[in-house]
């Protein structure tokens, strides 16, 4: 990693592309510290303080902090995550879409504008529901209409600010910019939460244990690196061999290939999608009086990752296999609609292709989906052992959530391999073009 920046720093054109990206993420980390006018801010830090969970935290690091602050980025990139996920799954859904999908570079583009115009639509409602439910709080010193709107007009213009920075680095940078804000993001919260960690396992200790209390955490963490990194890398190759035929009066094909197939398919998006999907009515909740000694409320004190695993209180980890439940679940929906292996299979056999020791055609299929079924089992619960490891390690030990690991960690690992992977790219191209212009 270390020698690729290196290497990547002597090459003029490689380095202009990282001090623009640079540039851009100074940007936007001054307008995470910028607050929108007209609100109480430490009513604010009060809410956040009694209200802080699971439903507030994976969100907030998400926006590197600028949820809780609420600062003019305190949407940030989310609705533009949001309206992508959204859009990839409509493209499966509907033809039309599909089709575009399909129609090259033009296509992208109406789905790519279309994705703005979505991004900017839930900017709007995410910042109205914030900004009348907060306000119901208190939240502001005069609750009137133009208070909310000018909130509202604030925290859409910032997150759609972001999309444009996050476009920019895209183009002109290094890496996909909104991957790379979102790194950031995460990353920033980082110091805080070694503070958390030191003050909680090291700063009361004898200096004999405090050695030992540092090489355990750098231990864990280094070991949940290695495991996320391998967990991201995987790949299973499926053999496979072109026939040979007559083109003109040359004989072509015969030559072996590999389809690969990674074994974490779907990425982070089925933590996502748990994730919210379990957070959400607890998020609701914050703004009504729920009364948690009733079945509701213990329901959605078993929801909320903040209480599992807490050995005073073991009946809400029922919530934890929930979670496990619905990230497995949906490690396989998102796989089935985004490969198809029959569609995989049929390609195959026009272009004179078969698996080693399958026949083609509908046998290649089933044998491609019993692979595809088999890897998905296993990256689904490896995406588990990354995120059960904090959970369980913050019910133990109630020191609170850490935004570096979990999802948070796969995210930032996914970046940094792809980032680099793009380095490394764009270094070869330009080998390629001296070696030619020579």
């Known amino acids: 990693m270390i020698e690729t920046l290196r290497n990547a720093l002597k090459i003029k054109e490689i380095r202009g592309k990282l001090l623009f990206t640079l540039f851009m993420l100074v940007i936007v980390r001054a307008g995470c510290q910028i607050p929108v006018p007209g609100v109480n801010h430490s009513v604010i830090a009060d809410f956040m303080a009694n209200n802080t969970g699971d439903a507030f935290n994976f969100f907030d690091a998400m926006t590197g902090g600028s949820f809780m602050t609420m600062s003019i980025f305190a949407l940030n990139i989310t609705p533009y995550i949001t309206s992508s996920i959204i859009m990839q799954l ?27 115009y979505l991004t900017v639509a839930l900017a709007l409602i995410e910042s109205t529901a914030m900004a009348v439910g907060f306000g119901r709080s208190g939240l502001y010193d005069n609750f009137t209409w133009y208070a909310v709107a000018v909130t509202v007009l604030t925290m859409t213009a910032g997150s759609a600010i972001l999309m444009w920075i996050g476009e920019q680095i895209t183009q ?18 980082i110091p805080d939460d070694f503070m958390t960690l030191y003050e909680r396992f090291v700063q009361s200790q004898t200096v004999f244990l405090k050695v030992i209390a540092i090489a355990v955490i750098l231990a864990v963490l280094i070991a949940m690196v290695a495991f996320t990194v391998l ?18 009066r040359k004989m072509v094909g015969g030559q072996s290939s590999h389809i690969p197939l990674k074994v974490n398919t779907a990425g982070v998006i089925p933590v996502i999608f748990a994730s919210s999907l379990m957070t959400t009515p607890a998020v ?15 329901i959605l004190l078993c929801l909320s990752s903040s209480n599992w695993c807490n050995p005073q209180a073991p009946q809400y980890s029922i919530g934890f296999l929930l979670y496990a439940v619905l990230i497995v679940l949906f490690a396989y929906f998102y796989t089935s609609i985004t490969f198809n292996p029959i569609e995989v299979a049929n390609n195959m056999k026009k272009q004179g292709g078969f698996v080693t020791g399958i026949r083609p055609g509908k046998p290649t299929s089933d044998y491609l989906a019993r692979i595809l079924n088999y890897i998905i089992f296993i990256g689904a619960i490896g995406l588990l052992i ?12 109630n020191i609170g959530r850490m935004s570096f690991l979990g999802t948070s960690l796969i995210i930032i690992v996914g970046v940094v391999l792809e980032t680099l992977k793009q380095i490394e790219s764009q270094m070869t191209v330009r080998n390629y073009k001296g070696f030619l212009n020579h």
Do not use: H, W
């Open 386 to 397: 990354v995120c059960a490891i904090p959970i369980v390690i913050s019910g133990v030990f």
């Open 90 to 116: 409509l493209t499966i859904a509907i033809p039309k879409l599909e089709e575009l999908q399909k129609d090259g570079e033009d296509g992208r583009r109406v789905i790519l504008k279309i994705t703005r």
């Open 172 to 189: 002109y940078g290094v890496g996909n910019g909104i991957s790379i804000v979102l790194l950031i993001n995460i990353v920033s919260s």
């Open 284 to 298: 609701i909740a914050q703004f009504f009086d729920v009364d948690y000694s009733t079945i509701g409320g213990k």
């Open 231 to 248: 967990l991201q890398e995987a790949v299973r190759k499926i053999p496979v061999q072109y026939a040979k035929k007559m083109q003109g």
